[in-house]
């Protein structure tokens, strides 16, 4: 049973990077058909697909992000990563991982609180 | 970009039926899926391809689609159901995927 957890650093000044984390077990992050997948959650609000990436390396990001956005995997350390530069206060959310086979996201990560503050 | 469209609010007394839509131009051709997520919690998948339930997700909740809607139906709402349901699927090329604004289930 495939298990996600996310880390990385709590706090983020503006205009730096933002790089999480996502390590996966119960699977291998190689397995055919699957994308490994970043969303996240501003306090308060809706859930954000902001991109994902699939076992052979194609990456697909959401278009408004796009221009700020690089995800890549480690497949000696099964995991995947998150960049998001140039970040401002709207950039504070919930980011989960989370793994998609057949078009939906599951199981998903817990989820870690990234605040962009100075 | 593609949008999910899904009203912000629903209440509904304990027994009775919740229905909570989601609409977008590519639902026709592209499957939905809903999810359940409770305060301080990561989202649970309760419905997956329009209408296929998982796995221990209890019998009442149900989904249909209809042309460019697509409805997540919960029976004989429990307390328990309180909480907010997000529809998902992806743009017509299938690259992209998007998640509705989000519903708040009240259970009055």
């Known amino acids: 049973q495939l298990q996600l957890q996310e880390s990385g650093p709590g706090l983020v000044k503006p205009s730096e990077t933002l790089s999480l984390t996502c390590t996966v077990s119960g699977g291998s992050i190689s397995s055919s058909s699957y994308y490994w997948g970043w969303i996240r959650q501003p306090p308060g609000k809706g859930l954000e697909w902001i991109g994902s990436i699939y076992y052979s390396g194609s990456t697909y990001y959401n278009p408004s992000l796009k221009s700020r956005v690089t995800i890549s995997v480690d497949t000696s350390k099964n995991q995947f990563s998150l960049k998001l530069s140039s970040v401002t206060a709207a950039d504070t959310a919930v980011y989960y991982c989370?793994?998609?086979?057949?078009?939906?996201?599951?199981?998903w990560g817990q989820g870690t609180l990234v605040t962009v503050s100075s | 970009s593609y949008e999910l469209t899904q009203p912000p609010s629903v209440s509904v007394s304990p027994g009775q039926t919740a229905r909570i839509t989601c609409s977008g131009d590519a639902l026709p051709k592209q499957y939905a899926y809903w999810y359940q997520q409770k305060p301080g919690q990561a989202p649970v998948l309760v419905i997956y391809?329009?209408?296929e339930r998982p796995s221990g997700i209890p019998e009442r909740f149900s989904g249909s689609s209809s042309g460019t809607t697509v409805t997540l139906t919960i029976s004989g709402v429990q307390a328990e159901d309180e909480a907010d349901y997000y529809c998902?699927?992806?743009?017509?090329?299938?690259?992209?995927?998007?998640f509705g604004g989000g519903t708040k289930l009240t259970v009055l």
């Open positions: 998902q699927s992806a743009d017509s090329s299938g690259t992209s995927w998007v």
């Open positions: 989370a793994s998609t086979l057949e078009g939906w996201f599951d199981p």
């Open positions: 391809k329009d209408s």
